[in-house]
């Protein structure tokens, strides 16, 4: 059961970096053929657009991280495993989505900006906690097990 459920979230998961990679060729192309103007980073709407940015990776990285963290303890009280798997599948889906969702937006203000070098490394920040969202059997069966009494929680 943990391998589907894996294997269902690996979807969502490369899903999101093809999207990124989708929304940063899209990005490179409006720019290099003129569909889009380059916004100067420090003009204000461009200032906008890094604020924008920064503060989704502030703000969603931890929600998606944590929030899913707690979700699972939740999860975990759940008796009928059919029902236990698909609440994970479904929280499972919501931290993948908020995790790297800053990841498709960084790089669409990469190029956006100009190749402001920034915006790449809020991308990157967003690319490390999607990382962290990688769905394995494993995970998910550490995720859904129930802590041993006195077991440390991290």
């Known amino acids: ?5 894996a294997r ?3 979807y969502w998961y490369y ?3 093809v999207l990124a990679v989708l929304v940063a060729t ?3 192309m409006a720019v290099m ?3 889009l103007q380059v916004t100067e980073p420090l003009s204000a709407s461009g200032q906008v657009i890094q604020y924008v940015v920064i503060f989704d990776v502030l703000l969603t990285v931890p929600i998606g991280l944590y929030g899913f963290s707690q979700a699972c303890k939740r999860i975990r009280e759940i008796e009928d495993e059919a ?4 609440a994970y599948y479904k929280w499972g889906i919501a931290r993948i989505v908020l995790v790297s969702n800053a990841m498709v937006l960084g ?3 990469f190029y956006l900006l100009g190749g402001y070098q920034p915006m790449l490394f809020v991308a990157a920040i967003a690319a490390i906690g999607w990382y962290f969202t990688k769905p394995t059997a494993r995970k998910v069966e550490i995720e ?6 006195g077991q440390e929680t991290y």
Do not use: D, V
């Not at 059961?1 to 459920?5: A, L």
């Open 144 to 149: 859904l097990t129930q802590p041993a009494e």
């Open 26 to 28: 899209l990005a490179y």
């Open 15 to 17: 899903g999101m970096m």
């Open 107 to 109: 790089m669409g203000a």
């Open 1 to 5: 059961m943990e391998q589907k459920t």
């Open 8 to 10: 269902r979230l690996g």
């Open 83 to 86: 029902a236990r798997h698909e």
């Open 33 to 35: 053929r003129g569909w």
